[in-house]
């Protein structure tokens, strides 16, 4: 599995305006788009490409435009609606699918609970948007279900990583013939008692949604 931590220091400057807990709401959610538009330039370097021939006001020349099928951008609700617009600012054309995961507080494994997306992902390449990879349990299963339904590339986007959730997915994939990338915007110290990550942000979905 290739890991790419954003090294910017307007990466690492909204990283710490997020962390703030006195940060709001609004000026969460504001700051979340703005980073995963910078974490999508990274996130798709990989991003097939095909040639088209065009014409400048100068001369015919070939440049590339995005190949099909589409890409496919999955954000994992609820956090990962947060980082939607910021991913498809840079990918307008990519569709779009939803995977509704939920992680059990006590036992901390992750569970599906609503999914709409393309029955067959064959030669799909798939960018799944999870905001934090704390234990891995929900990005290990999201990409397990993209992966069994054909998807041939995966770059999974976080904003920050735990170490403990980077082992489970290399465990998971670092032999895998899938291609499997993670973008986050920093890697940091731990996961605590409560499965959250530490100095981490706290909830992400209850600060960019509230707590409902
Ligand atoms: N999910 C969160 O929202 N925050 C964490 O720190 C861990 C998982």
């Given at each position: 599995m290739r890991i790419h931590v954003a090294d910017h220091p307007l990466v690492a400057h909204k990283l710490t305006a997020l962390r703030d807990q006195r940060t709001d709401s609004p000026t969460f959610r504001r700051l979340v788009d703005e980073l995963v538009t910078l974490l999508a330039y990274e996130a798709t370097r990989e991003v097939r490409t095909e040639p088209v021939r065009i014409t400048t006001p100068v001369a015919a020349t070939t440049g590339v435009r995005?190949?099909?099928?589409?890409?496919?951008?999955?954000?994992?609700?609820?956090a990962g609606l947060g980082?939607?617009?910021?991913?498809?600012?840079?990918?307008?054309?990519?569709?779009?699918?939803?995977?509704?995961?939920?992680?059990?507080?006590?036992t901390l494994a992750a569970s599906t609970y609503a999914t709409r997306l393309p029955e067959d992902l064959s030669g799909r390449q798939c960018y799944v948007l999870d905001p934090m990879l704390a234990t891995g349990g929900t990005?290990?299963?999201?990409?397990?279900?993209?992966?069994?339904?054909?998807?041939?590339?995966?770059?999974?986007?976080?904003?920050?990583?735990?170490?403990e959730g980077i082992a489970v997915l290399r465990d998971a994939w670092d032999a895998g013939p899938v291609p499997v990338t993670l973008v986050t915007a920093a890697v940091d110290e731990r996961l605590n008692e409560?499965?959250?990550?530490?100095?981490?942000?706290?909830?992400?979905?209850?600060?960019?949604?509230?707590?409902?």
């Amino acid at each position: 599995m290739r890991i790419h931590v954003a090294d910017h220091p307007l990466v690492a400057h909204k990283l710490t305006a997020l962390r703030d807990q006195r940060t709001d709401s609004p000026t969460f959610r504001r700051l979340v788009d703005e980073l995963v538009t910078l974490l999508a330039y990274e996130a798709t370097r990989e991003v097939r490409t095909e040639p088209v021939r065009i014409t400048t006001p100068v001369a015919a020349t070939t440049g590339v435009r995005l190949a099909a099928p589409k890409p496919l951008v999955v954000p994992i609700l609820r956090a990962g609606l947060g980082m939607l617009e910021g991913m498809v600012r840079l990918l307008p054309t990519a569709e779009v699918g939803f995977l509704g995961m939920i992680r059990d507080e006590d036992t901390l494994a992750a569970s599906t609970y609503a999914t709409r997306l393309p029955e067959d992902l064959s030669g799909r390449q798939c960018y799944v948007l999870d905001p934090m990879l704390a234990t891995g349990g929900t990005l290990r299963t999201a990409i397990r279900f993209l992966l069994d339904r054909g998807a041939d590339h995966i770059t999974a986007v976080t904003l920050l990583a735990a170490p403990e959730g980077i082992a489970v997915l290399r465990d998971a994939w670092d032999a895998g013939p899938v291609p499997v990338t993670l973008v986050t915007a920093a890697v940091d110290e731990r996961l605590n008692e409560h499965g959250y990550i530490v100095p981490g942000l706290g909830d992400a979905g209850d600060r960019l949604y509230g707590v409902v």
